[in-house]
C-alpha cells in the first residue's frame, strides 16, 4: 500500500525524575532541560510523574518556574505516530473524484469521512472498480447504473436546458440506452420499455441524431444526454420540460460520456463499511499485536471522545515506530521511572544513587552517576563545563535541589562539589543557602498536616535488592513532636501499601532537619524488621539517632538487614 509522505512529527522529549518525585527530581529536571535547550535541543521538556511535594511548589514559585509537565505514560501511542496529512474523500464524492484524489497523492486507499470529521468507512483502488464493472455481465442489468443526475451534469460539466435537474445526491437506477443502432431499432426498444413500464428510468446517449431526441422525449425516457457539443431543437426542449425528461448537453463524445457516466457514481455504494479505527490514545505496543491479524491495512486514528478523525495508522508504521525521548535524572532504574518507559528512548542519565541493573538501551547513551549529595549539583557542573550560565530562576532550582538533598550541607551525602555548586547558584540567584533552607522546611509540615497517602507517597522510592521487593518514604520536619499522635495510622498505611503492592518491606523515615535524626516505622516481613540495625522502640517503630540519609544510611542498613537472613 502507499501512502501520502506527509512529514512525520518528531516525538516528545521529556526530562523527568522518579515517582513521587521530590524537590531535587523536579529541580534537577528543570535544570538539565534547560540546559539541554541551551546546548540545540529546543523541543527538551521538564517533565513529572507524579504530585509535586508542597515545598517544591514554593520553590517553583519563587523560582518564577512553572510547574513541569505531569507526564503518566511514555508509550508511543496512535495519535504521536499518525500521519496528519491526510488524504480522504466524503460519501458522496464521485468515482472520477476520488480517483482523481488517490492517483494524484500516490495512495491506494483513503478514509471515507462525514461531515461532522468521523470515518464512515475505508475506500480501497479496487474498491473503485465495482463502480466501473457490473457485477452481472448480462442483460439489462449491464446497462443499469445507480447514479444521480446531478453527479452526471457536475462530471461531464453538462449543461441542462430540459426539465429540472433533482438534487446532486438523489441517486436512482438509470438504464443506460446509446442510441447509436438504427432509428427504428431505438423506437421499437423505447416503446418496449414504455409497455413494461420502466421507460421512466433509460437515460438516452447520442450525438447530432434529433430523430432519437425526438423518440426519447416522446415516448419520457428519464433523460436525454446529447453528447459531441450538440443542441437540441428549442420545441424539443419545451416539449421534455412538459413530460418531465431532463436535457443535458455536454462536449465530450458518446464514447467518452458513456464512461463517464459510470464515473459518476458516488463511493458510498462500495466504501467498506466493515472496518475498525484506533483511539489516539491506544500504544503502539499493543496495537501491534491487536492489529496484526486484521485483512485491513490503513486505519483512521479517532479522538476517543468525539471520534473525528485525526490522522491514518498503517500496519507498516508499527514496524519500527518513533520513540518518546528519555532523559532521566535523579533515579536509574525502571522501577523507579514513569509507565512505559521500556519502550521510550532513554538518551541520557543523570543520577547520584546506586546502580540497579536493569536499565538499558538500543544504542549508547550518555550516562553520568557520581557520589555527590544531589542530582541538581550534577546539573549546575554540566553548565560550568559548557561555560554557561543559567537563569536566576533557574540556578534558584537547583539551590533548592541541592539543599533539600543535602539538608543544606549538612547530610553525611554531602561533598566539595556540592558546596561548591551551591556557593556558585546562589550567587546567580541571589539568596543566602541557610535562609533558604529555613524557608523551605517552614512550608507545610506533612506531618501535621498531611494525609498518611500524602506523608508515604511525598518521597517513596522502589527497590529490588536480590529479588526482595522493598519500598522506602521519608519525610523531613522541623521537629517530630506530631510523630506519637500519628504513628498507628502511620504503621496502618504502611501495611497496606505492603499488602497492595507485595513489598517484602515497607519503611518510612521521619527526619528531624534541625537534630539530625530519625523515627523509623517498618511493615512487612518480621525477621527482615528485626534485622534493622535502629533501636528498637517496639514491634515496628525504631529510633535512629543521627540517621538523614536515605541513600547513604537508611538502604544500606535495609539492605543489611535483608542479607542477615542468609
Known amino acids: 500500500m502507499i501512502l501520502e509522505t506527509s512529514p512525520r512529527r518528531n516525538l516528545p522529549f521529556y526530562v523527568i525524575g522518579h515517582r513521587n518525585p521530590d524537590t531535587d527530581a523536579i529541580c534537577s529536571a528543570i535544570g538539565n532541560a534547560a540546559l539541554l535547550r ?30 513541569p509537565v505531569l507526564i503518566t505514560d511514555v508509550r508511543a501511542n496512535a495519535g504521536m505516530i499518525c500521519r496528519r496529512d491526510v488524504v480522504q474523500v466524503c460519501a458522496g464524492d464521485t468515482f472520477i473524484a476520488a480517483y482523481r484524489r488517490m492517483l494524484a497523492s500516490g495512495v491506494r486507499c483513503v478514509p471515507v469521512v462525514g461531515d461532522d470529521g468521523q470515518p464512515q468507512g475505508m475506500l480501497r483502488y479496487l474498491d473503485l472498480l465495482e463502480l466501473l464493472v457490473p457485477g452481472d455481465g448480462s442483460g439489462v442489468a449491464v446497462r443499469t447504473i445507480h447514479v444521480s443526475l446531478g453527479k452526471i451534469a457536475v462530471t461531464l460539466q453538462a449543461d441542462s436546458v430540459g426539465a429540472d435537474l433533482p438534487e446532486k445526491d438523489s441517486d436512482e437506477d438509470l438504464i443506460m440506452l446509446v442510441g447509436a443502432s438504427s432509428q427504428n431499432t431505438i423506437d421499437r426498444r423505447l416503446k418496449m420499455a414504455a409497455k413494461e413500464g420502466n421507460v421512466g428510468r433509460y437515460l438516452v446517449v447520442c450525438g447530432d441524431r434529433p430523430v432519437v431526441h425526438h423518440y426519447a422525449i416522446e415516448n419520457g425516457a428519464r433523460a436525454l444526454l446529447v453528447t459531441g457539443g450538440n443542441g437540441v431543437e428549442p420545441e424539443m426542449r419545451r416539449l421534455a420540460k412538459e413530460r418531465g425528461v431532463v436535457i443535458l448537453l455536454c462536449s465530450q463524445d458518446t464514447a467518452s460520456s458513456t464512461t463517464l457516466i459510470r464515473c459518476s457514481r458516488t463511493v458510498n455504494h462500495v466504501m467498506e463499511t466493515d472496518f475498525q479505527c484506533v483511539s489516539q490514545d491506544e500504544p503502539v505496543s499493543r496495537l501491534r499485536k491487536s492489529l496484526a491479524h486484521l485483512e485491513q491495512d490503513l486505519f483512521p486514528v479517532v479522538d476517543p471522545v468525539e471520534n473525528r478523525m485525526i490522522g491514518v495508522i498503517s500496519k507498516s508504521d508499527l514496524v519500527d515506530p518513533q520513540r518518546i525521548r528519555i532523559a532521566l535524572v535523579d533515579h536509574n532504574e525502571y522501577a523507579q521511572a514513569v509507565q512505559g518507559i521500556e519502550e521510550a528512548h532513554i538518551v541520557e542519565v543523570i543520577d547520584h544513587h546506586r546502580l540497579a541493573g536493569d536499565l538499558v538501551s538500543r544504542e549508547p547513551i550518555r550516562f553520568l552517576n557520581e557520589p555527590v549529595g544531589s542530582t541538581s549539583t550534577l546539573v549546575a557542573r554540566k553548565f560550568a563545563h559548557r561555560d554557561l550560565i543559567p537563569e536566576p530562576g533557574i540556578a534558584l532550582c537547583l539551590c533548592a535541589g541541592i ?128 534485622g534493622l540495625p535502629f533501636q528498637r522502640v517496639n514491634g515496628s517503630h525504631f529510633e535512629a539517632p543521627g540517621v538523614v540519609s536515605r541513600k547513604k544510611q537508611i538502604f544500606p542498613a535495609v539492605c543489611k538487614a535483608i542479607r542477615s537472613l542468609g
Not at 39 to 60: K, N, Q, S
Not at 61 to 67: L, R
Open 38 to 67: 541551551l546546548r540545540g535541543h529546543p523541543d527538551a521538556v521538564a517533565a513529572r510523574c507524579g504530585e509535586i511535594p508542597p515545598r517544591t511548589a514554593w520553590v517553583l514559585e519563587e523560582a518564577g518556574i512553572e510547574e
Open 403 to 530: 539543599i533539600s538533598d543535602t539538608l543544606c550541607l549538612s547530610s553525611p551525602t554531602t561533598t566539595a562539589l556540592d558546596r561548591e555548586m551551591l556557593e556558585w547558584m546562589s550567587e546567580i540567584a541571589e539568596i543566602d543557602p541557610e535562609k533558604f533552607k529555613t524557608d523551605f522546611f517552614a512550608v507545610g509540615s506533612l506531618l501535621t498536616s498531611g494525609t498518611v497517602t500524602e506523608i508515604l507517597n511525598a518521597d517513596r522510592k522502589e527497590f529490588d535488592d536480590e529479588g526482595v521487593r522493598v519500598t522506602i518514604a521519608q519525610v523531613e520536619e522541623l521537629g517530630l513532636h506530631s510523630f506519637d499522635g500519628r504513628y498507628k495510622e502511620l504503621q496502618a498505611g504502611l501495611e497496606a501499601l505492603v499488602e497492595e503492592n507485595e513489598y517484602d518491606l515497607a519503611v518510612l523515615a521521619v527526619t528531624d532537619i534541625a537534630k539530625h535524626n530519625s523515627l523509623i516505622v517498618a511493615a512487612g516481613n518480621e525477621r527482615m524488621i528485626s
